[in-house]
């Protein structure tokens, strides 16, 4: 069986800046709070004119280049994202037909903040199957415009951003995709979500009133099981593969909170100097935080061919997802 690596690297950001000072003037907030308690410096806004698969094409496009691709002999494209152009149809299909992948099929994958894990899980498993040889696995989040800011306690959290990943098999002498841990946990629902706008509480007058169509979260709950359950499925890849924490060359953590970040890795006993740290320039960007980490640390020279790769993230659900992989990129 062919085994599955990531062989591109590719990310979009949008050009206009929020940056805690901003906020200031918006909210009852202040830079201090905000960087002490989320580490968040700054994050980037889509212009009105700008729906998510409108940022999801510019990195799809970006990893093509990368790899010098052409869109059309792209096979699958999986979007992960919880703020798609419309309910249907799916981002995939808009995504597919601006980039002229016309021999590709799709779907969107709604896992929130774990959606890239769970996306990178399904390409990889898809390519170790034999079914497919070329996949992309984007994530891609307009977060901006489903945040009230007048909720101090939400609107300091996120920003937009795509970030897309090439799946493919390996070659003779390659690794790649090594192991993968996903879980769910429905209890979780009632405090990280978006309450209306489904088919529970469809949209209407009372709903739009009442501001039911943002992120409403409960911070104390989300904080200690995103601490918790990244920790524990970290380690138990970590453990079923005979891994010391001094075997992972790069920790690629979803960034939602660097306290949650820098909480994991202690815990793991991860040097900080391996852990991948860049939630200051971008905030939460949702499904895009880790193609984003896996760009800056491929800039900073930190990920390159050869290194053993543990990512890892806990979303709305609750998802929480893992993988290991063996970078394949020069």
């Known amino acids: 069986m062919p085994g ?54 510019e990195a799809a496009r970006e990893a093509l280049l990368a790899r010098g ?10 979007v992960c994202t919880v703020t798609p152009d ?49 996949i992309l696995v984007i994530g891609a989040d307009t977060m901006s415009r489903i945040v009230n800011y007048r909720d101090r306690t939400t609107c300091v959290l996120f920003g937009d951003a795509a970030g897309a990943f090439l799946v493919e098999p390996t070659e003779e002498g390659e690794v790649g995709f090594i192991d993968s841990y996903n879980i769910i ?19 209407s007058h009372e709903t739009v009133e009442k501001g039911l169509h943002y992120v409403h979260q409960d911070g104390q709950q989300v904080f200690k099981y995103a601490v918790r359950t990244m920790y524990e499925t970290c380690q138990l890849v970590l453990d079923r593969n005979s891994l010391r924490p001094e075997d992972i060359g790069v920790f690629l953590p979803h960034q939602a909170n ?60 609750y998802t929480a997802g893992v993988n290991l992989w063996r970078w394949e990129i020069d």
């Open 185 to 203: 946990d429905g209890s979780g629902a009632p405090y990280l979500n978006m309450p209306a706008g489904g088919s529970r509480m469809p949209p």
């Open 69 to 78: 691709m052409d869109p059309a002999d792209v096979e699958v494209i999986i």
């Open 258 to 317: 660097k306290r949650i970040i820098t909480a994991v890795a202690s815990r793991l006993g991860l040097p900080e100097d391996r852990v991948i740290i860049n939630i200051d320039e971008y905030g939460n960007t949702t499904a895009a935080t880790i193609p984003l980490a896996a760009r800056d640390a491929m800039r900073a020279g930190k990920l390159r061919r050869g290194t053993l790769t543990l990512i890892a993230a806990v979303g709305a659900g």
């Open 4 to 57: 599955a690596k990531i062989t591109a690297v590719g990310c979009y950001v949008p050009e206009r800046i929020l940056t805690n000072q901003d906020l200031e003037r918006m909210v009852d907030t202040s830079d201090a709070w905000i960087v002490e308690r989320t580490g968040i410096r700054k994050r980037h806004i889509a212009d009105p004119s700008m729906a998510t698969s409108d940022m999801a094409v």
């Open 86 to 134: 419309m309910m249907f149809p799916s981002t995939a299909c808009l995504v597919q037909d601006r980039l002229g992948c016309r021999h590709a099929w799709g779907f969107d994958l709604i896992a929130a903040c774990s959606g890239f894990v769970y996306g990178l899980t399904t390409a990889a498993h898809f390519i170790r199957a034999g079914a497919y040889r070329r």
